[in-house]
């Protein structure tokens, strides 16, 4: 699976782990920055990654920022884009398996490495169930 990684400032370490993460379990990761803990604009790099995870159909997202609050509003105002801001397995195993979430946003400073790992392996090993989710979804769609 392909996945597009970015964060603002804050989330420059966390989002190294975050890759080493995905390179260890096999997939393709795409880092869209930045890579220095210069102040930057969180919008702008979550514009930049939901664009991508459009176009790469079947790809998807994963933004960090401090808190994961400015990513996750800043996703979800583009249209497609279902992104889902987590702190725990549980809920990154339910954006995905409910949500068809194409997007996480985590917060640097709210989880930890180990926390971390549980999130992404939940957020992985899970798949869209469909049904009743379905129709759901497709409510979102036309909001």
Known sequence: MKYFVATDHAGIAFKTMIIEMLNARGHEVINLGPDTTDRVD????????????????????????????????????????????????????????????????????????????SILDSWLSHEFEGGRHADRIAKLECC
């Open 42 to 117: 969180y919008p702008d790099y979550a514009k930049k990654l939901c664009g991508d995870v459009l176009v790469n159909k079947g790809s998807r997202g994963i933004l960090i920022c401090g808190s994961g609050i400015g990513m996750s509003m800043a996703a979800n105002k583009v249209e497609g884009i279902r992104a889902a801001l987590v702190h725990d397995a549980y809920s990154a195993g339910m954006a995905r398996a409910h949500n068809d979430a194409n997007v996480m946003c985590i917060g640097a400073r709210i989880v930890g490495p180990g926390v971390a790992e």
